[in-house]
């Protein structure tokens, strides 16, 4: 029998990836796709679904041509498939598209939204104009003819299988699934305004990894992937990302240093705070919590720039604090840890010293990781054991030293960084479980 590949797809709105790993979970072969995705304008972000079977059909050739070249005898066993959050549209339902795809930070939907806020639960992750929901009723007013609403990654998964209907309940969380009684709530259909979406435009929700069904016969031969080959259930991109780090324990924490400072955290108990904009998905049979505050790298780019920043942190000194005490912020307000939107950047005084500065700065940063974490447990998850970084602030390791010693827990590489990874973990586990 042909040793397991278990691939992993990402769809985001500028390229198409997929990592194919083995039984020891070692990837052996990538592949990615860029596409020209169409940047937002007036706060509408639309892509045609069709678009994306034929970057999903590329993909699956270019695939099965690498995994052809390997040595051993290796054939996809299973598939699972992540996409952008909130990436909705409408459809009949064999699958057949009604509608364009609204993005995930399509805001075409504010009208809705602010309806939704009249009936929905406080707590509930529905209440933006960018939310599943908002987009779903909008859809709905102009494509009464709905049958199926599908998100972006399952709808890709049931190309593959034929089977329409079937979504991972991390994606339907912003569609309105309470994932704590694990069902569609009761106010989705009832409410005070008379909002109603139809129960059986609504998919059968599972958990990520779990199994939705074998890869059509015709699509077997025509990828070369081993007889009954399955597909699992996926779930979103930032999830994916977050199992491509290595974090999979109840304690585990990843913190994502891009632009913004984006924390996660898996934890024994849910957490739902729109004040704190904190809400949690089930993954891995745990609660992965998180929030984002406004600081991270787009505020050290308003003062240096790339190359600066790089000549700089050969010459920080973790070692030696510089006492600064630094709330840095790229603009006036922030949400969390501290739910504040008059709050101001603090980053004075500024010493002499470009690199003191930087390092002051950085510092800054940790501080307010710190306190998001504590504050995440003060709201009643557990304490971080061990946090892995992703984003470009992950391969600074005197950052890193600031970070651990403000921190007080280990701060780790990620094992991986792409969103890919993480599914094709999903398709092992689906496949070990089904």
Known sequence: MPRPIFLGIDIGTSGIRAS????????RVCHHIAFQGVPPAQGKNE??????????????LEISNKINTLNNDFRIHAIAIDGTSSTIFACKKDGTPLSPALMYNDAQSQPQA??????APKESAVHSASSSLAKALNLLQGFPQTELFCHQADWLAASLTGIYGISDENNCLK???????????????ENEKNVVLPKTSLPRVVAPGDKIGEVKAELI????????CIVVAGTTDSNAAVLATGCNQLGDAVTSLGSTLVVKLFSDKPIFNPDYGIYSHRLNNHWLVGGASNSGGAVLLQHFSKEQLDAMTLQLKPEQPTGLDYYPLP????RFPDNNSHKQSRITPRPESDVEFFQALLEGIASIEAEAYKKLVDLGAVSPKRIFTAGGGAKNPAWTKIREQTIGVP????????ACYGSALLAKQGYQTS
Do not use: C, M
Not at 114 to 119: A, C, K, L, V
């Open 114 to 119: 602010d309806i939704i806020q009249h009936f």
């Open 331 to 334: 603009g006036t307000g922030e």
């Open 47 to 60: 892509q045609n679904p069709v678009d994306w079977l034929a970057l999903l059909d590329q993909l699956l």
């Open 221 to 228: 031969e025509k990828y070369q992937l081993t007889r009954n």
């Open 175 to 189: 569609l309105g699934y309470d994932s704590v009684q694990q069902q569609w709530p009761g106010w989705l259909f």
């Open 20 to 27: 194919g790993i083995d039984a020891d979970a070692q990837e």
């Open 411 to 418: 701060v780790l590489s990620a094992r991986h960084s792409e």
